[in-house]
T-cell receptor
Framework: DAKTTQPPSMDCAEGRAANLPCNHSTISGNEYVYWYRQIHSQGPQYIIHGLKNNETNEMASLIITEDRKSSTLILPHATLRDTAVYYCIVSFLISSGSARQLTFGSGTQLTVLP | SAVISQKPSRDICQRGTSLTIQCQVDSQVTMMFWYRQQPGQSLTLIATANQGSEATYESGFVIDKFPISRPNLTFSTLTVSNMSPEDSSIYLC??????????FGEGSRLTVL
C-alpha cells in the first residue's frame, strides 16, 4: 500500500467545516483513498472512500485532487462528537484478500472546540 | 454495515494469566481480522482467521502467544497467553464486506498488572 502523510493534530471550531488533508503521492492507479476515524476508546469507524471522483455521504465529503496525490476529508459542520483521530489509508478495494495489506498510520487528532 | 460484538469490553488481569476475547459477527464472513492497539499507538494487525484452517499471523506475532480459534463463519476467539504488562492494549476484531469496507468491533481493553 502507498504511504500517507497527515498532520498530527488539528483544531476546528464547532459548527465550522473541518478540512483534514492527506498526502499520498505514491498512490497507484487502482488504489482507493479510505478514511476512518476512532473516537477515544472505541473501535475505528468507516467514514468514506473514493477512487478518482469526489464522494459525499451523510458523514463527510472526500475531495481527491486530479493527480490523486492528495485528498481532503471535509466534515461540513463539525460537532464536539467529531473529536477523534482520523486515519487516511490508501488501499486496493478492501476485500478479504486485500485487508491484510492495510496500514493504519498515526492519523490526525481532530479536536473540535466549543 | 456489520454488527460486531466483542467480549469482554474490558478486563484487568494478573501477570502470567491468559484471557480469551470473543468476537461475534451478525452474518457469515470468510475472514476475520484481529488487531492490537497499544496505548497511544495506531492499529497493528495480529492475524487473519479463516474458518476451517489455521490463522495466518503477521510478523512479530506467534500462535503460542496469541492462539486463535475460528469454529464457524460468525465467531472467533483470540487468546492472549501468559500475559505481561506489555500486553496491555485494545484488541479489535474486524471483518470486510463486499462493499469494500472494513468494519470493527468496539474493542476489548486489556490491562495487565
Amino acid at each position: 500500500d502507498a504511504k500517507t502523510t497527515q498532520p498530527p493534530s488539528m483544531d476546528c471550531a464547532e459548527g465550522r467545516a473541518a478540512n483534514l488533508p492527506c498526502n499520498h503521492s505514491t498512490i497507484s492507479g487502482n488504489e482507493y483513498v479510505y478514511w476512518y476515524r476512532q473516537i477515544h476508546s472505541q473501535g475505528p469507524q468507516y467514514i468514506i472512500h473514493g477512487l478518482k471522483n469526489n464522494e459525499t455521504n451523510e458523514m463527510a465529503s472526500l475531495i481527491i485532487t486530479e493527480d490523486r496525490k492528495s485528498s481532503t476529508l471535509i466534515l461540513p459542520h463539525a460537532t464536539l462528537r467529531d473529536t477523534a483521530v482520523y486515519y487516511c489509508i490508501v488501499s486496493f478495494l478492501i476485500s478479504s484478500g486485500s485487508a491484510r495489506q492495510l496500514t493504519f498510520g498515526s492519523g490526525t487528532q481532530l479536536t473540535v472546540l466549543p | 454495515s456489520a454488527v460486531i460484538s466483542q467480549k469482554p469490553s474490558r478486563d484487568i488481569c494478573q501477570r502470567g494469566t491468559s484471557l480469551t476475547i470473543q468476537c461475534q459477527v451478525d452474518s457469515q464472513v470468510t475472514m476475520m481480522f484481529w488487531y492490537r492497539q497499544q496505548p497511544g499507538q495506531s492499529l497493528t494487525l495480529i492475524a487473519t482467521a479463516n474458518q476451517g484452517s489455521e490463522a495466518t499471523y503477521e510478523s512479530g506475532f506467534v500462535i503460542d502467544k496469541f492462539p486463535i480459534s475460528r469454529p464457524n463463519l460468525t465467531f472467533s476467539t483470540l487468546t492472549v497467553s501468559n500475559m505481561s504488562p506489555e500486553d496491555s492494549s485494545i484488541y479489535l476484531c474486524s471483518v470486510t464486506r463486499n462493499t469494500g469496507e472494513l468494519f470493527f468491533g468496539e474493542g476489548s481493553r486489556l490491562t495487565v498488572l
